[in-house]
């Protein structure tokens, strides 16, 4: 839990969330490009992301946010079990 609410209070990690939850694997190169912050620093916000079991990596090494844990991608909800997150649309903090 402690990783978890770590992760989550950090508004760069809550904007790669919030980028993910619309369902679509990305690059972290695309992740980095839509939230505004070189890729070298935004990769470790990822790793704190994987880590923290709220994403995953593919072998391509695009990150998602697994599609069971996706309530809504419209609404970009996620239920994680422990908690559920609303995060709204992207640009929106």
């Known amino acids: 839990m ?5 992760a989550l209070g950090n508004p760069v990690r809550w ?11 990305l690059l972290t ?3 980095s ?8 620093p935004f990769s470790r916000h990822m790793k704190v992301l994987l880590a923290a079991g709220l994403v995953t990596q593919n072998r391509a090494g695009q990150y998602a946010i ?15 079990g422990t908690c559920l ?4 649309k992207s640009g929106v903090g």
Request: net charge negative; charged share 30%.
């Open 66 to 80: 697994p599609a069971v844990r996706l309530v809504s991608k419209e609404e970009r909800v996620v239920d994680y």
């Open 29 to 31: 190169i695309e992740l």
């Open 15 to 25: 904007r790669a969330l919030q980028e993910l939850a619309a369902g679509e694997p």
């Open 85 to 88: 997150l609303r995060l709204g």
């Open 2 to 6: 402690t990783a978890l609410a770590s």
């Open 33 to 40: 490009e839509r939230v505004g912050m070189p890729q070298n």
